[in-house]
């Protein structure tokens, strides 16, 4: 039996029905909030392992993507974003505000579930602090301390998302080698994913803000157009 707490956010029955009986099927232990006051409850009150918001709000007026930036504010925990708006600029939003995943509906049975399981391996993971590598990872004035999970860059702590710790370590243990877009999707996102390259914009974008002197000209994180990522042990 899966033990993970899931929480299904969103006003349309119909949908959210459907996505509980399947989770139940599964093992997993399923609540419904049905406007944002009852989000936000949830997450204050218990510990949940994952939110999964549909943002397309039809009954009531409320803002699902504010739904999402509140309960990153509250929580660590991961948010799945389901729309039926396919649009990049509508998935950056989401992506920038929080959420870890973005699904356009309709999508099937087997592609949702394997989009909460590899969530919910990531935030297992992250909680479980684990490590199969070098403690300490230096490089100028930055350090991870992959223990304590702790970053700091110019002798100050900075606090990353669980998502952006990952790619932060991930690409660090690859110094200065290009990672591709599709690698560093499926060693962060999981094996499912590959070609969801605004995910990798948006993050970038947070961890540069929070890493870098000066994020419009990073020195950490460099950009190699068309092919991926580098983390640069030297200054140019």
């Given amino acids: 039996m899966n033990s993970a707490k899931i929480v299904l956010i969103g006003d349309e029955l119909n949908i959210l029905r459907t996505l509980r009986r399947n989770l139940l099927e599964r093992g997993y232990e399923v609540s419904i909030a049905l406007d944002d006051r009852e989000a936000y409850e ?24 504010e739904i999402c930036a509140q309960l990153r504010k509250i929580s660590q925990s991961p948010i799945i974003v389901l729309s039926a708006i396919g649009l990049e600029n509508t998935k950056i939003q989401a992506l920038d505000l929080g959420a870890c995943d973005y699904l356009v509906m309709p ?46 860059v110019r002798s100050e702590t900075v606090h990353l998302t669980p998502r952006e710790y990952e790619l932060l370590v991930y690409l660090a243990r690859q110094v200065d080698r290009v990672v591709s877009h599709r690698e560093l999707l499926r060693a962060v996102w999981g094996v499912e994913y590959g070609d969801e390259r605004e995910y990798l914009r948006v ?31 030297d200054l140019l």
Avoid: M
């Fill in 203 to 233: 993050f970038i974008s947070q961890l540069r803000r929070k890493i870098e002197a000066d994020p419009l000209h990073p020195t950490y994180i460099l950009t190699e157009p068309g092919v991926g990522y580098r983390f640069a042990s």
């Fill in 42 to 65: 949830v997450a204050s009150q218990s510990r949940q392992d994952l939110f999964i918001l549909n943002l397309d709000f039809a009954t009531i007026k409320v803002n699902g993507l």
């Fill in 107 to 152: 999508f099937s049975t087997e592609e949702f579930l394997a989009r909460v399981r590899s969530a919910l391996r990531r935030w297992t993971a992250f909680k479980a602090g684990t490590v199969n590598q070098e403690r300490l990872i230096l490089c100028r004035d930055l350090l991870i301390n992959t223990d304590s999970r702790q970053v700091r």
